[in-house]
């Protein structure tokens, strides 16, 4: 499914990436404030049989997506095509917008969610009641409880302890 987000994705975040690099190459401090004007698109992505619930073809046209964010630098199809081809070759995971990653992410744990307290899920022999709350607001804060830190961040993070006892 994750896969499947990230193929309809690709190319909005294809396009972001050039107007990042846009913005860096002529030392622009102007962002697009793109929250406001596509948050919808990437709100309850996830439907209720767990697919895609949501058109994203807007965010797959040229065009479409310079009405949208009318203040986007103008990117040529030969640079666009080309960021499409390099972040076709890469992990969605680790390349693609982080907001659009966890809108994804909290849209599917409350599908899940959603499933798990239903009497006749199509997905679950059992039913279960889930008391987690999560929103975009709150996601970090509410998912980092559960999360484990891996012993290389734990011995990177030393380094840095180190550091600032030498140096006081």
Known sequence: MILDFHNETLFFNAWLACQNEKRETFNGRRRLNIDDKVRRYFNNIVSED???????????????IGEILPD?????EIELN????????????????????????IS????IKEEL???????????YKISLQIGFSDAI???SQYAETPECL???LEQFKQSSIISH
Request: charged share 40%; proline share 0%; hydrophobic share 35%.
């Open 108 to 111: 599917f744990l409350k599908r």
């Open 50 to 64: 767990l697919q895609i619930a949501i058109d994203l073809s807007d965010l797959k046209d040229l065009d479409r």
């Open 154 to 156: 734990i011995d990177y």
């Open 141 to 143: 804060s509410v998912l």
């Open 72 to 76: 986007s630098r103008k990117i040529s």
């Open 82 to 105: 080309s960021k499409v081809e390099e972040f076709g070759r890469k992990d969605g995971c680790k390349f693609f917008r982080g907001k659009f990653e966890l809108r994804f992410f």
């Open 117 to 127: 307290g239903k009497r006749n899920s199509s997905f679950f022999s059992k039913r």
